[in-house]
């Protein structure tokens, strides 16, 4: 399901984040310009710092403050810290309160959509309680859970001038009250068409919501992009963590914090993504059901534990010893696949909107063999072996797709774990070509892969008509996506920083499936 996109102070930052990648990529040595090759000063003690008196830092609670770095405070400029702190805690500040910062500003828009538009009087006489209800949903839970955690987020950054850890408060809050946004996010789908159904019904809802959003505390942004921000807030927390993470010293006390909340959150996030899958894969298959008439013995298609993975038309060769001098249009007859999680069902379309389904294979049975250009009416074939079909032997097809692009697409989801051009991130390889995100892309496809700006892939594979299979490096999520949205990361020091980064990450998961994996064995 798309996710609406709105503007915050977040995309200079981001920016920042990709000219930097830029700037290092260009560089034959990078290292000379690391600020983790200066020799840590050890003129003045950290309890030196610990005995400046607290700031009374008010810019939290001031919606007015307009203070995105912590090194421009007037408090941290008139104390004298910045002099005494290295490069590298500097940068790690400004990541804690980067999260802080981006909280307040979150909990800002939230309280704007509860009080300048679910609380309104006009709305109000407007929409049922039933209505009501699917629109905001379970809202006012989600703001208690922000201002709880901003208030104990504000009472640290008081603390101390220096912060000490933000992810040990991250990660509390995440066990104990991050299940508000499991229901907020699950109810997505009602609320999308509640709120089309009544844009298209009541006549009165649209002219409100028209007028509310015009009003200046919006500064432009339209009533459903502030229903979307929970969604959005859990995920963009999980990405702030993943930020601090990198810039924490190794095998310290904020190294395991981090590690934890990081961990706790990708829970979070994971289960939200499920809840909003779940409804609309359900009716998906419901409607492919309708479509499908079996010629073979019926399977049945609806399963709570399936879903489509890709579907389209692909042209296939009669017979595998037909004489390849005959014209194309008399070599190849169209085909139609709809390929799921655990199964794959042949068809061939036929009047009214329907398909008449002939073979079908469980998806763990499926092989896939590139077939080697052999002129134009073979370019872009490749070979679909079907190790134990609907008729319980071993069947054979040759398929012919419309691009290059098209054909490696089918090949990879048929095929999952079939070796890629390049090895996969997960495979711990020294080098692997890399790609960074510089312009974001919404998946359009299921097998394809939505960025966002400055993510780092890890290129799979590519075509020569321009897609790019990758495997994205903090969530080692997979897709095929325009190789027009990304530039390639060509310094393979850069490169090697990224993946050590991620390793990092993702290495408290690591030790927990090892550990599965001996429980299992034994």
Same mark, same amino acid.
């Given at each position: #399901? ?5 503007? $915050? ?18 560089? /034959? ?7 983790? =090759? =200066?020799?840590?000063? !050890?003129?003045?003690? /950290? ?22 770095? %912590? ?22 500040? &400004? ?7 981006? $909280? ?49 987020? !504000?009472?640290?950054?008081? $603390? ?32 999308? @068409? ?11 809802? +649209? =002219? ?58 990708? /829970? ?77 069902? #042949? ?19 499926? +092989? ?40 490696? @697409? %089918?090949?990879? *989801? ?33 097998? &394809? ?9 890890? #290129? ?6 321009? %897609? ?32 050590? &980064? ?8 690591? *030790?927990?499936? +090892?550990?599965?994996?001996? @429980?299992?064995?034994?």
């Amino acid at each position: #399901i798309p996710i609406k996109k709105i503007k $915050e102070y977040r995309d200079k930052s981001t920016r920042q984040e990709i000219e930097t990648r830029r700037l290092q990529d260009s560089q /034959t040595d990078p290292e000379e310009s690391s600020p983790s =090759e =200066e020799t840590p000063s !050890e003129a003045e003690p /950290t309890s030196t710092i610990e005995s400046k008196a607290p700031p009374q830092i008010s810019l939290l609670r001031n919606s007015n403050s307009r203070f995105n770095l %912590w090194q421009d405070l007037p408090e941290i400029r008139s104390s004298g810290v910045l002099s005494i702190l290295q490069p590298d805690e500097i940068k790690l500040q &400004e990541a804690m309160f980067e999260l802080v910062t981006s $909280e307040a500003s979150y909990y800002k828009s939230l309280n704007l959509l509860v009080s300048h538009f679910m609380e309104n009087e006009r709305l109000k006489k407007i929409l049922h309680q039933s209505e009501a209800h699917i629109l905001f949903s379970n809202v006012l839970d989600v703001m208690a859970v922000s201002e709880r955690f901003l208030l104990d987020l !504000e009472q640290r950054v008081e $603390e101390n001038i220096v912060i000490s850890d933000v992810c040990d408060i991250v990660y509390q809050h995440t066990v104990n009250h991050f299940s508000v946004y499991i229901t907020y996010v699950s109810n997505q789908t009602y609320q999308e @068409r509640a709120y089309k159904q009544l844009l298209q019904d009541k006549p009165a809802f +649209r =002219e409100v919501i028209s007028q509310l959003e015009l009003d200046p505390k919006c500064k432009g942004l339209s009533f459903s992009s502030f229903l979307i921000l929970p969604f959005q807030r859990i995920t963009r927390l999980k990405l702030l963590v993943q930020n601090i993470l990198k810039k924490v010293e190794e095998k310290s006390d904020r190294e395991t914090t981090a590690l934890d909340a990081h961990k706790e959150l990708e /829970t979070v996030v994971k289960a939200c993504n499920e809840g909003v899958r779940k409804m609309s894969r359900t009716e998906q298959m419901i409607s492919i059901q309708k479509k499908l008439e079996f010629k073979i013995k019926s399977v049945p298609i609806i399963s709570h534990s399936r879903w489509l993975l890709k579907q389209g038309e692909l042209q296939q060769m009669n017979g595998p010893k037909t004489s390849r001098t005959l014209r194309t249009k008399k070599l190849f007859r169209e085909i139609y696949l709809f390929l799921f999680n655990d199964l794959l069902v #042949i068809c061939r379309q036929i009047p009214g909107d329907k398909y008449q389904v002939f073979d079908s294979a469980p998806r763990g049975l499926l +092989r896939v063999e590139e077939l080697e250009d052999q002129g134009q009416s073979l370019a872009n074939v490749f070979i679909l072996r079907l190790l134990e079909n609907a008729d319980d032997r071993e069947a054979s097809y040759m398929l012919k797709a419309s691009s290059q692009s098209e054909m490696k @697409r %089918w090949m990879i *989801s048929l095929a999952p774990n079939r070796r890629t051009k390049f090895v996969s991130f997960t495979s711990r390889l020294v080098d692997c070509p890399q790609i960074q995100c510089v312009h974001p892309y919404v998946a359009q496809q299921p097998d &394809e892969l939505s960025l966002e700006l400055a993510d780092v892939l890890n #290129i799979l594979d590519k075509t020569d008509d321009g %897609w790019i299979f990758g495997e994205r490096l903090h969530d080692q999520e997979r897709g095929w996506f325009p190789s027009s949205m990304g530039e390639e990361i060509l310094n393979p020091k850069i490169r090697a920083q990224n993946l050590k &980064e991620c390793f990092r990450v993702h290495k408290s998961d690591d *030790s927990q499936r +090892r550990k599965l994996g001996s @429980r299992n064995r034994q």
